[in-house]
């Protein structure tokens, strides 16, 4: 049972902190929170599935081609919304990107509908580890999470794009004067945050199995809580909240029942903005 | 470093001060109080039946703009005041009989007082950390309203609210046929629409807008902000509890679904698409939103997918939403006296 | 050192850090009632945070505020403006742009105006009475700035200088003891400067205001005050009559270095 709580938390936790990066180095350099973010990790899931179904692709084959949609479609939005919003009142961001929510939501139960569909695919064969039984695929989730994470820390760090993404964040009219093509590298970290959590959505299909057009804004409002608790920003913050997070609604689901689990992240959130408004693992400002 | 915050550009763009067409205000109320209580008379009863919607939730949005449009916090609370002014009319309705006009008290004021400690640490935080903040209450009243079976009946909700009743000499009637409905809803609309003008023409209003438009330099003139802004939420949270009042009473049903996000969305359309910080623009982006949701009936994706959109366009094309747009083309606008003036 | 009881503003100790930086190092100051004051200094060299400790936007981490003998130190800003009558200006905020320039004003006046928060939702004959009174006050307060004739035009829409002197104006109307000035003629023509040095005598010899003034101008500062304090790196270097004070070596030193 514990056992259970425990592969569950870390599990779900690393599917939340990769959509949450995602949402944490938007928000670095467009100061703006993206409220349609879960719907391009409902957007990542549905393309892999429309990929399975549609043409029997293999799943290791649809989880590019959910990527490349995603990241097709993030960056027409990049372009025709998300570059507005550089230097726009914060207001803006938030109706702005919850049309946008609305739109790529309703757009996909249109086309495929509202009622919930299966998804077939991935590695669902248990693999016992000492006395604990638990999928391929769960192992494969924790470990491509902890890789991207490395990766990201990598790309931020190291790489020029990862220099003017930071430079972006920390002053954009600095990078305005000495001519760092300020939308190019909001466009472009919109699409890899996006693409994240597409990432994120395609590799937990084959563990929630189902899926429907909905299932974006339950993962919004908990991206949400979860960036806040490790403090925006902050990229291994958001590791660690969000494992704390999904550890926590799953000894919530076992213990005080499912109906439950979806209130945890309100609390928390509430909680932290309350009394640690930092967030628990940095000192930074409020946004 | 401490700074006066500057927020930039104030995406409102409304214009206050203009008194001057006082005049003008008071006809064009008047003649839409007219024509509204003349419509039944030519309306279909499904229009009559929109209408009322419109009116209803011209409540919860009056409440949006005075917390939004006036004070500059932008809430999701709303929709969970709503709610709780529901479910608490119809527990008092089926539980102890009360009467309608008391039940919507009872609304306005539980929405009201449950916003107080809510407030409390809401109002401690801004912008992004406010917006969140608000759509968490909704969403841990939701799950209040689901779970709390004994007293909600969890997903099934209430139904079979009793109609509301209007005492008179010979025992009262019953309101049950929709021109009466539509009556009632049509006079608590005008008085709502009355205690809102009263509050942003006060001076307390006064003080909301100054508190929205940059609030260090609202402190530097001796505004209590904090005080300001938690009036303002509770005040919000009252109009936001009477609809949801009138709202049970009229579809006599009520369930969890009321706190989910499509409402809010409306909301939102409301007021930023009639016309954030004006009391006219929100009246007409109830009317508005009412006569888009009906002509996309047929297709809820599609009407959603518009809803989107129009939220999209609004905040990037017309900001200020439509009123000012259309005061601007048929020449009575502010800025023009404006231009005049200096 | 205890606080002079007929000071009208009385700094004792005011110390505030942000990190490893000093911003404030232990100032004491006192401004005698009926005074006007320059206080200049280097870009850094602390002017806006011993501003900012006086009149509650930031807390210091040691030290005490005293105006006319009662310690105001931790009060809320909101607080300060109301009981101690102490005004402070910002330099970039400067009026509220969507309200027009007369209801700025009235804006202003409301703390006195009205008694209480109740009343501030009143509707009625007696509140349309009080904001009739503070729209009178606010025109004479206009015919002396000389923007009573664009009172209704909203307080954006009007030029930088002249929102400036709006926000001068708007700090005479809760008849305020001591007024603080942030830089009241950076960005300002030199025509408006001059109508903003005569509207300060004027307030300090009609009303018997004090004034505490932040500038960089030197030239105004001199035509201006009565004394001129000069701030170096958190600490006071001089404190004198303006001629003097101008003339000594350590301000001309802190000057070229900074």
Known sequence: MLMDVLVNGITAGSVYALVAVGMTIIFGVLRAINFAHGEYYMMGTFASWWGIETFDLPYIVSIPLALAVVAAIALAIGLLVMRRLIDAPFQIGVVATLGVSLILQNTVILIFGGTYKMFDGGWIEPVEIGSVSLSQQRILIVVASL?????????????????????????????????????????????????????????TAPVTVSLYGGMGTSITVKTFAIIVIGGVGNVSGTLLAAWLLALTESVVATYLGLQFRDGVAFTALIVVLTFLPGGLFSKRERF | MASVSSHGVNTHGNYVYANRQHGLRIAGFAAL??????????????????????MVFLLPALGLNLIHGYAGMLSFAQMAFFGIGAYTSALLAMRFGTPFWLNIAAGGLVAGLVAIPLGVPALRLRRYSFVMCTLGFAVIAQTIAKNWVSVTRGDLGLSNVPRPRIA??????????????????????????????????????????????????????????????????????VFAGAGGSFYVHYFTVISPTVFDPFYANTLLVIVLGGGVGTVGGVILGSFMFVALSEALRIAPDIRMIAYGVLLVVIVFACPEGLLPLVMRKIGTSPAKEVANAT | MPPDPNAALSVRGIEKRFGYITAVDGVNLDIHAGEICGLTGPNGSGKSTLFDCCTGLQTANAGRVFAHGMDITGWEMHRIVREARVIRSFQKAVVFKALSVEDNLVLAGQMVGFPGMASTFGIGPASWRRVRTLREQAGHLLDMVGLAHMRHAPAGKISFGQQKLLQFASMLMPQPRVILLDEPMAGVNPVLIDRMMENIRRANQEQGITFLVVEHNLDAMKALCHRLVVLSRGAIIADGTPDAVVREPSVVEAYLAG
């Not at chain 1, 760090?157 to 990862?162: P, S, Y």
């Not at chain 1, 009219?173 to 994120?200: H, I, K, Q, Y």
């Open chain 1, 147 to 203: 890789l991207i994470f490395a990766a990201l820390e990598l790309v931020v760090r190291k790489t020029r794009f990862g220099k003017t993404m930071r430079a972006v964040a920390q002053n954009i009219e600095a990078c305005n004067v000495v001519g760092v093509d300020v939308p190019r590298v909001v466009v472009g970290t919109f699409v890899l945050g996006c693409t994240l959590a597409a990432l994120s959505g395609v590799l």
């Open chain 2, 33 to 54: 109080v007219a024509a509204l209580a003349a419509a039944p008379l030519v309306a279909s009863e499904y229009q009559v039946h929109a209408l009322i919607v419109s």
């Open chain 2, 168 to 237: 008179l000499w010979n025992g009262g009637f019953e309101i049950s046929d929709i021109k009466s409905y539509y009556y009632l809803a049509l006079m608590l609309a005008i008085l709502a629409v009355l205690a809102f003008i009263a509050i942003v023409s006060s001076a307390a209003g006064r003080y909301m807008i100054a508190i929205r438009e940059d609030e260090t330099l609202a402190a530097s003139v001796g505004t209590p902000t904090w005080h300001y802004r938690m009036i303002a939420f509770a005040l919000s949270a």
